[in-house]
């Protein structure tokens, strides 16, 4: 599961922007993907957040009903990775 999470381009794009900013809003990344043609509609983004959430990549926060992604240990491996 991990390594499928980190070597899929729309994941490893996530964790790219996750490293860079610390976390991020929903709507930030949902934004970000599209704007790079990553991603069409919020289902696959969600399908995405989850992969790398089973993987232990990612990490859900829920703050006054928004939801921001913050990036764990063994999603910055992205660091390393090219």
Do not use: M, W
Not at 1 to 22: S, T
Not at 44 to 49: D, H, S
């Amino acid at each position: 599961v991990y390594l499928k999470a980190v070597n899929h381009p729309v994941r490893r794009e996530i964790l790219k922007i996750l490293n860079r900013y610390g976390q991020s809003s929903e709507s930030n990344l949902h934004q970000k993907l599209k704007e790079k043609n990553l991603i069409k509609d919020k289902n696959n983004l969600i399908y995405n957040l989850d992969y790398l959430k089973k993987a232990y990549c990612i990490k859900k926060i829920e703050r006054d009903e928004k939801v921001f992604y913050k990036i764990t240990k063994n999603g910055r491996i992205i660091e390393y990775l090219k």
